[in-house]
């Protein structure tokens, strides 16, 4: 079944009474504040609005905005006269995430280059008023700075006379078949006695399986090294047969270097063990000399180990105990490969071993191997962490990525593919702004 016709009749259907109501009564016009490629825009001309105003830093993004919706965004949000945008009745903004993010800075409201933009959607709040505002955002937003910033949030919108609420949501939670949480904000200056968060129970989640394009759509062929990789740790994984929640860290097997207390252990003591891989120590000559044959974690770190990561390194080593000779040969294919490539993360079926039947993604943690049914997070910083289809032996497709964002019924996307994973990594799901925006909006 193609996902993307299933996604967009059922929003159509969602929105069809929805739009009787709109076409009773004036059309509802919105602003759409760092505009991306317009998921806002997306889910509320569905439902029968106007977008009067958009906005978007790059240029790029800018470009297809206006090939996809006829309608050309300001740049800099920081340079527009808030008195210059068309009076709106709904603002919506999914203000850049990156400061407040796992995977970016974490700097929050601190960070200079985007943290304070909030200001920005204030500044265009205060001046027109709208009667409802919709923002999107990481589920950090609420946390960062001990929850200063998002007091700072609740009280700026207060003063301008908005009641503000919150809910973090997954499109899995709609039927989506991935795990991406984010927050989504409303504020509204007649109440919010009507708004009811959209319900989740009872939603049967499709398979990812159901959205991969079977035409000649043209996809990324996971590199040789990695295809090679793969192929390696699979033989492993074969090897091992009952695989655990502990990831594999290959660099540990036949390491005896202690895990406790490692800087108090005396040189002598440690020229006896065996470090990286169950390298000798014996010619060591200073600590220097040691931590050139220590495992990456233990070098970045001045011979401390992470306390998330311990657990693995005891598994690891267990494992290496009770298959040695096995180990020894195979571990000479991840001898000098890439750090994040001597790890695998099984996040995957326990009823299958065999890799090629999951979802694959190389992290910067390590190899992560994850249930077939889901899609990890889309992450707009790296491109490299794109989603593999490990039954097609092939990175998933940009029109399949956004399907995932409730996107696919745009025409044109960016052409270079780490362009279009980083803007669809910063989308906001159109599907779900659409059920909330239907309860919102009266």
């Known amino acids: 079944m193609d996902y993307s016709s299933h996604a967009s009749s059922y929003i159509d259907a969602s929105y069809a009474c929805n739009n009787e109501q709109q076409n009773r009564s004036s059309v509802i016009r919105f602003a ?35 090939k996809n919706f006829g309608l050309i965004p300001e740049g800099d949000i920081r340079l527009v006269d808030e008195k210059k945008i068309p009076k709106h009745e709904l603002l919506c903004a999914g203000f850049p995430c990156q400061p407040f993010s796992i995977a970016g800075k974490k700097k929050g409201d601190a960070c200079p280059s985007s ?89 049967a989640t499709k398979k990812l399986s159901e959205l991969i394009i079977h035409d000649d759509e043209i996809v990324r062929r996971i590199e040789p090294a990695k295809l090679k990789i793969l192929n390696n740790w699979q033989q492993l994984v ?16 036949g390491a005896t270097y202690p895990i406790n207390d490692f800087k108090k252990t005396s040189l002598s003591r440690i020229r006896k063990m065996k470090g990286s891989f169950g ?29 998330w990561l311990l657990p693995s390194i005891v598994y690891s080593r267990r494992l290496y105990t009770l298959h040695p000779n096995f180990l020894d040969e195979w571990k000479q294919d991840l001898i000098g490969a890439n750090n994040s490539w001597q790890k695998l993360e099984w996040r995957g079926l326990r009823s299958s071993n065999d890799i ?19 899609a990890p997070s889309l992450v707009a910083m790296t491109p490299t962490q794109t989603p593999i289809i490990g039954a097609k032996k092939r990175y998933m497709g940009i029109r399949e990525a956004a399907a995932l964002q409730s996107l696919d019924s745009l025409q044109y996307f960016p052409e270079k593919n780490g362009r279009a994973f980083r803007a669809l990594g910063n989308a906001v799901n159109a599907f779900i702004v659409g059920e909330i925006a239907m309860n919102l909006i009266h």
């Open 238 to 253: 074969n090897e091992v047969n009952k695989m655990s929640c502990n990831s594999i860290v290959a660099s540990e097997f």
């Open 356 to 374: 090629w039947k999951h979802t694959i993604q190389f992290r910067a943690s390590g190899i992560r191997i994850i249930k077939p049914e889901f």
């Open 279 to 307: 390298r000798s120590l014996a010619d060591c000559k200073t600590w220097a000399d040691v931590m050139m044959h220590m495992p990456h974690y233990i070098q970045d770190r001045s011979g401390k180990i992470p306390d």
């Open 115 to 203: 943290g304070k933009l909030i200001n920005d959607v204030l500044r265009i709040a205060a001046h027109h008023l709208p009667k409802y505002i919709m923002l999107e955002n990481v589920p950090n937003i609420l946390t960062i700075q001990n929850g200063e910033f998002w007091n700072y949030i609740k009280k700026s919108f207060s003063k301008l006379g908005y009641v503000i609420d919150y809910k973090v949501y997954s499109p899995h939670q709609f039927g989506i078949p991935q795990k991406r949480k984010r927050v989504f904000v409303v504020a509204s200056r007649v109440g919010l006695d009507h708004f009811v968060w959209p319900t989740t129970d009872g939603r």
């Open 32 to 66: 759409d504040v760092f505009a991306g490629l317009g998921g806002f825009h997306v889910a509320l001309s569905r439902l029968g609005m106007e977008c009067v105003f958009s906005s978007e830093l790059d240029q790029g993004l800018r470009d297809l905005y206006h």
